[in-house]
């Protein structure tokens, strides 16, 4: 049985859904993922000391990278998202080879003909570092509180959308209960 492939969208319609946020942006990343996902198939061949897992895994933290990088304007269209997209992926299965390598892995490609001016490493990684200490103090919080602050700041939802989706009474409720959970959050 053939799989029907997924619909390809534009650069133009996909980065201004991710923008536009809420269940928008959810929607965009969706058909990004899928859209996109042939790089992570193509991960297999290319990069063969790397399982299922680390595949998926280095894909999908390239897709959230995309995503921060539309919303924080660092991609700025100089190239096709599927290319910006191969590029962060291709970087993230290197990291994970080196990490379970004691030997340095050398990659033979071709190099771009202009680095990447978007970030410098440093701050890049101070970046990840900062995120990583709010996803494990989100963790802490748990239930409702974990909820409400990544649909409200990971994923740009209206305090409306949120109500809708957690099943709370109305926005007031979720405004409410967002302060609280950031007061605890501090």
Not at 147 to 171: C, D, P, R, T
């Amino acid at each position: 049985i053939s799989k029907k492939p997924p619909m390809t969208y534009s650069d133009e319609h996909l980065t201004g859904e991710i923008r536009a946020g809420g269940t928008r942006q959810e929607r965009a990343v969706k058909q990004l993922y899928e859209q996109c996902f042939h790089l992570a198939r193509y991960g297999k061949t290319k990069y063969r000391q790397l399982d299922d897992d680390d595949l998926v895994s280095a894909y999908n933290i390239s897709i959230l990278a995309v995503r921060n990088q539309i919303l924080n304007g660092a991609f700025r269209g100089d190239s096709a998202i599927q290319t910006y997209l191969n590029r962060i992926f291709m970087n993230r299965c290197i990291d994970i080879i080196r990490a379970k390598s004691s030997n340095p892995v050398e990659l033979v490609e071709r190099m771009p003909d202009s680095a990447d001016e978007s970030q410098d490493l440093l701050s890049r990684w101070a970046t990840e570092e900062q995120e990583e200490l709010v996803r494990q103090k989100l963790l802490q919080l748990g239930g409702v509180c974990q909820q409400i602050l990544m649909y409200a700041e990971y994923l740009g939802y209206s305090s409306v959308e949120i109500a809708e989706a957690i099943g709370f009474k109305n926005a007031n409720s979720v405004n409410s209960k967002k302060y609280a959970c950031l007061q605890k959050l501090r």
